[in-house]
């Protein structure tokens, strides 16, 4: 007679050892949620403050709620197995810390949570709101000075008073002035060539966060490409055309035309210099707030590390301490 018993010993114990690493990972994950939810109640979970660092608190109730929710559940893995051998229980509860510390990355990588006791997601929200605080520091209104503008502000009462007398003579009143000055270089300086260079300005400035210790650099490359030699705004052959255009619409001599050309030119580089000025301060400062993001991140990634570590010997210990007695 043949035997047809079979020996299913192994594969039931395999999939006993299974099944209670799973629920107690899920025992774990589910501990992780509730002390979420009570921290977010209670105010120690929030992260909108987080540039300044991980204060003690938070940091503290990061290590105790992972140590409770990993204890517990390696624990509940060692009671649900069928086994009484020491070193199994001691794995199993290793396997819930490995399982509920993945999959907990994984959800704060792909979820975005900002749930304080989820570790991966405390780390990328954390740079991820200070790196927001160093835009909102960035000035929107930094942009090349426009040399139409700037000459149609200009005052007689500023020129020389050789000038002043001159204008005076030919009949130029201080509206007219400002009219023919703006029209002149307006004439000379095309509004496609004015909107290249800003959009370039403005592009170098949407760098400024990747690349803050480089930024007045670049910045002040670009402003000399922008302002000096052959591909200039404008250059050399720009302001002589508008110098013969205030010449003529003016009626004065070519002298007192390019005197005028060159107050209008002095004020152009002293905006151009507090341009210069103001990316220099906004780099120190870019440059400070990224020092505390990398502090705050270093910080929140170190008292994780260390909840992690605990964690992995509080769930290890739970499981030996859980283990079945043989009766």
Do not use: C
């Amino acid at each position: 007679m043949t035997d047809t018993t079979l020996n299913t010993g192994p594969y039931v114990s395999n999939h006993s050892t299974l099944t209670a690493i799973i629920a107690g990972t899920v025992v774990a994950l589910g501990l992780m949620v509730m002390f979420t939810l009570l921290g977010l109640s209670i105010g120690i979970a929030s992260l909108e403050a987080i540039g300044d660092g991980l204060g003690i608190g938070a940091a503290i109730y990061i290590v105790v709620t992972q140590l409770i929710s990993l204890a517990v559940g390696g624990f509940a893995a060692a009671r649900f197995m069928t086994t009484f051998d020491i070193n199994s229980a001691a794995l199993a509860g290793l396997a819930v810390w490995a399982l509920t510390t993945l999959t907990v990355a994984y959800m704060g990588l792909n979820a975005g949570t900002s749930a304080i006791s989820t570790s991966s997601s405390l780390v990328a929200q954390t740079a991820k709101t200070s790196a927001g605080a160093v835009k909102a520091i960035t000035p929107e209104d930094i942009s090349l000075p426009d040399m139409s503008e700037i000459s149609g502000s200009i005052s007689m009462a500023d020129l020389p008073p050789q000038l002043q007398q001159a204008l005076q003579e030919a009949g130029v009143t201080p509206s007219q002035l400002r009219a023919e000055a703006r029209e002149a270089f307006r004439n000379v300086i095309s509004q496609q060539e004015m909107n290249r260079a800003r959009s370039l300005v403005t592009a170098t400035l949407s760098d400024i966060v990747a690349q803050p210790y480089t930024f007045s650099e670049e910045m002040n490359n670009l402003l000399d490409r922008l302002v000096i030699g052959e591909n200039a705004v404008f250059n050399e052959e720009d302001l002589n055309q508008a110098q013969n255009t205030l010449e003529t619409r003016l009626g004065i001599t070519p002298a007192q035309a390019q005197e005028l050309v060159n107050e209008v030119q002095d004020v152009f580089n002293s905006a151009v210099e507090t341009l210069r000025q103001t990316v220099s301060e906004l780099q120190e400062q870019i440059i400070a707030e990224a020092k505390d993001i990398q502090d705050a991140v270093a910080a929140a990634a170190l008292w994780l590390f260390i909840a992690s570590l605990l964690g992995l010997g509080a769930a290890t210990a739970a499981g030996v301490f859980g283990r079945r007695s043989v009766v």
